[in-house]
């Protein structure tokens, strides 16, 4: 039905030259017309309010004309559905009381996720009414616009949920997991289940293509990596099909150098997000060529922009000819890059020749 539009048919196995672009953090504070919204609501009220969280998803859209659109929200949004506390602090990110026993996981009450959730998912219908309409969408086409939805991996999402918020070396996480892994275990097998089917939720409502962030896999040792990271997105993606048969989910396990392997293998994903610390020529010829791959390009070659960017940008491009490849960034656009050089990449992906 929608395979007209490039990011569904790579996740469908297509090969795509040039490729479909968009770009982590697309809907940020580098946007002028971003960070004049945000003095109007705070954080959590614009993921929460429709009206908001919709201007928010489009107005990359409009100016770049991307291939997707992501829904504006966090990966936060579902620790905060289950009743844990949530704000964001200018300079120090998101803050939430942290989880260190069983009395803390207690408290959590997941039973009102269902009704916490809906304005989220009243933005992805609208979102996905407005980009299946015969309309444009500033620079995109009509109907060219794919719409992804997202949450957090459980073990990311555990990390803030244990630690309180952000951390340098995640002590407590580590310290959950040797000293009751019991506990950091329940944490997880919940995570399974609410983040499954807050995700099939999302496709009901109209997402039409699933991402999992995980963004701090990277950390754990291969035997943890299995059990925190490998077997939950197995779980996740089993269930997620179970009710919507072969969708297409895209993974990121972000800094897991060659843990990427098993990731790739086990998980089922059609497409693997990779960070910029993944050496394509190394990793290449070892995975699997039906799965496709997102990501690589450094943030800090966008924010410069210029010649470096253009050449790591189309190296990027010809190392993955050969296999489907969704362009973006290793990681979000950072806050102080100049919109003039995100047009720039842009033009350049766009205009890539044989
Ligand atoms: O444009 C998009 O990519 C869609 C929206 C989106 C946001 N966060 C909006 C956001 C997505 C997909 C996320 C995912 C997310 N959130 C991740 C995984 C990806 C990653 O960055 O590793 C993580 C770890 C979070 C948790 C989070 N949210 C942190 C640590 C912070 C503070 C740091 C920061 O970048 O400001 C946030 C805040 C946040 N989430 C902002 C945005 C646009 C900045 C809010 C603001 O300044 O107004």
């Known amino acids: ?45 614009r993921c929460l309010t429709p009206d908001l969280a919709v201007e928010i998803t489009l107005q990359p859209i409009r100016r770049f004309g991307f291939d997707a659109a992501i829904l504006f929200s966090d990966i936060l949004i579902l620790p905060w559905a289950m009743g844990q506390n949530l704000e964001f602090i200018e300079g120090k990110g998101p803050v939430l009381p942290p989880i260190r026993n069983e009395e803390g996981l207690k408290q959590l009450t997941p039973e009102n996720i269902q009704q916490k959730i809906e304005p989220v998912l009243t933005s992805v219908r609208i979102l996905n009414k407005l980009i299946n309409s015969e309309q444009s969408i500033g620079l995109a086409k009509a109907k060219s616009v794919s719409l992804i939805g997202f949450a957090g991996s459980p073990f990311t999402v555990a990390c803030y949920m244990v630690e309180g918020g952000s951390s340098r070396d995640f002590s407590n996480v580590f310290k959950m997991i040797y000293q009751n892994p019991a506990l950091f275990q329940k944490i997880i097998d919940l995570l399974v289940t609410t983040t499954a089917d807050y995700l099939c939720q999302q496709i009901e409502a109209g997402a039409e293509v699933i991402m999992l962030f995980d963004s701090w896999a990277g950390i754990l040792s291969p035997n943890l990596f299995r059990q925190f990271v490998l077997l939950p997105t197995q779980e996740i993606v089993r269930r997620i099909r179970e009710q919507f048969h072969d969708f297409p989910i895209i993974g990121f396990p972000r800094l897991a150098g060659t843990k990427i392997f098993s990731y790739a293998k086990e998980t089922n994903l059609n497409v693997i997000g990779l960070d910029q610390t993944e050496d394509i020529s190394v990793i290449d010829s070892s995975i699997d060529n039906n799965i496709g791959f997102q990501g690589n390009l450094d943030p800090f070659y966008l924010l410069n922009g210029g010649n470096y960017m253009a050449q790591n940008a189309a190296s990027i491009c010809q190392k993955l000819r050969h296999r489907p490849h969704i362009f973006n960034l290793g990681h979000g656009v950072l806050p102080t890059t100049p919109v003039e050089h995100v047009y720039e990449l842009v033009e350049h992906v766009r205009n890539l020749k044989d």
Do not use: C, H, Y
């Not at 395979?3 to 490729?19: A, D, F, R, T």
């Not at 960070?35 to 954080?43: I, K, M, T, V």
């Open 1 to 45: 039905m929608q395979v007209s539009k490039k990011i569904l048919q790579v996740l469908n196995g297509q090969k795509i030259w040039p490729p479909p672009i968009w770009l982590m953090r697309q809907a940020g504070r580098f946007l002028p017309e971003f960070r004049e919204l945000r003095q109007q609501a705070d954080f959590l009220t």
